[in-house]
């Protein structure tokens, strides 16, 4: 078993008002720009049919938010809370990662992949390492410091970040309809897993990497002229309802256990002593 201690704050407060302002900001530099120098797909029913599509319309809009979530941290003063995060989680836990990480490389589409251009693949890759590292400093960084400061527990801090992460997602029915608003809700569920890479990894880092991969694996036949099906597809989409299924079961069993210290260290037993001494 393992004792936290509960770290002092540091830097500036933010409210969690106030973070819903700076989501709307980082939305706004998103999605307007997006819409401001976006490329025209040219009727093609591919999301990323060329290099300048995933530049204009998703590179420099989200390296742009990256940027943006940057320099709150650091106004803030949290870079260390928010690259380091302490709240111990149980062995199993590190299925989380490890399968989202497996499901999104044997899930790539890689024949796909292969047939496009060198600047076509190169700029994805950076597109969807932008978005892992820019929604996971927004959500599982600011967003969890933001909730756990206020003094929530664990699992509030968990649901409210990923709440606000899908939601976030909804500005996407603009231009995908109705579809965003399932999307969202599947965008939440991988927020908690995201939040549980945060946990047991100790750092940041770890769901930065599941996220840019992920992102990654799920696009991978959305590039070149044409949509193509790849059979490795459905390992995201299995995944995601077993730890759907695997979080619920062991809903109870994720903290790790902890005993509280004492003023001084850990307490001590008392001596028994026979009656009458």
């Known amino acids: ?55 204009r319309n998703g590179l420099i809009p989200i390296g742009l938010s990256v940027l943006f979530g940057a320099a709150v941290v650091t106004w803030l003063g949290w870079w260390g809370e928010v690259l380091r995060y302490r709240a111990p989680v149980r062995r199993w836990v590190w299925f989380v990662p490890i399968s989202m990480l497996a499901a999104a490389l044997l899930g790539m589409n890689y024949p796909n992949l292969a047939d496009q251009p060198v600047s076509l693949v190169l700029s994805l890759i950076a597109m969807t390492a932008c978005v892992g590292i820019g929604e996971e400093l927004m959500f599982r960084g600011i967003g969890v410091q933001v909730f756990k400061r206020a003094g929530l527990s664990e699992g509030k801090v968990a649901l409210y970040s990923s709440l606000i992460f899908g939601a976030v997602h909804l500005s996407n029915a603009f231009g995908e309809g109705a579809q965003a608003v399932l999307q969202a809700v599947i965008v939440s569920t991988s927020g908690y897993f995201f939040y549980l890479c945060l946990r047991v990894g100790g750092t940041l880092l770890l769901p930065m990497l599941v996220h840019g991969l992920w992102d990654l694996g799920l696009i991978s036949s959305l590039v070149g002229s044409e949509n193509k099906a790849y059979a490795g597809m459905v390992l995201p989409i299995l995944l995601q309802v077993v730890l759907i299924v695997l979080v619920v079961v062991k809903r109870r069993s994720i903290a790790a256990e902890t005993v509280p210290l004492a003023a001084d260290g850990p307490a001590t037993p008392e001596p028994v002593t026979a009656p009458g001494q």
Do not use: C, H, K, N
């Open 1 to 55: 078993m393992s004792a936290i201690e509960s770290p002092p704050q540091r830097g500036r407060r933010l409210t969690w008002p106030w973070f819903l302002v700076v989501v709307v900001v980082y939305l706004a530099i998103i999605q307007g720009l997006g819409a401001l120098i976006g490329a025209d797909r040219g009727g093609s029913a591919s999301q990323f049919p060329t290099t300048e599509v995933v530049v």
